[in-house]
């Protein structure tokens, strides 16, 4: 359980229909990764011109790290994200198409000890196949 600050105006969208828009979690990943990484900047958070409110939520953890992972990279909050996503899922053109990527989040530590700590991020999308349910694998999309 975790909880994300949302504007009011779209805080109960993400209480009813939570499920629904995280949907569209890998489609608005692969448009927010259209961005550039950001380093050495501070972390922005919502700017909406209206008043705020904490929400309660749960994630699956691939959901919840993928947004992590992105929030980090682009150095927004996850909360941010979510209200993008929120956005996304409120253009009626958008929810018009069927979700066709899935991701997967990856982490190996690489180096984690008192001396040093390295790791190692990824996340992947491809392509869902005509069925729906199966992947192709992303190898085969990244070596061709």
Not at 106 to 127: H, K, M, N, Q
Request: proline content about 5%.
């Amino acid at each position: 359980m975790t909880s994300v600050s949302l504007p009011v105006s779209v805080a109960p969208y993400w209480r009813r229909r939570k499920r629904e828009i995280l949907g569209f979690n890998e489609r608005f990943l692969r448009l927010a990764m259209r961005g550039r990484v950001r380093r050495g900047v501070t972390r922005r958070y919502n700017r909406a011109g209206e008043g705020f409110e904490i929400v309660c939520t749960r994630f699956w953890p691939g959901e919840y790290d993928a947004l992590h992972f992105a929030a980090a990279a682009l150095r927004v909050s996850v909360s941010s994200l979510v209200y993008l996503l929120i956005k996304l899922w409120l253009k009626p053109e958008r929810r018009r198409h069927l979700p066709r990527f899935c991701a997967n989040y990856s982490i190996v530590p690489v180096v984690w000890d008192s001396a040093a700590g390295i790791l190692e991020e990824s996340l992947t999308f491809w392509r869902l196949t005509d069925n729906l349910t199966d992947c192709e694998l992303p190898w085969m999309q990244l070596t061709g």
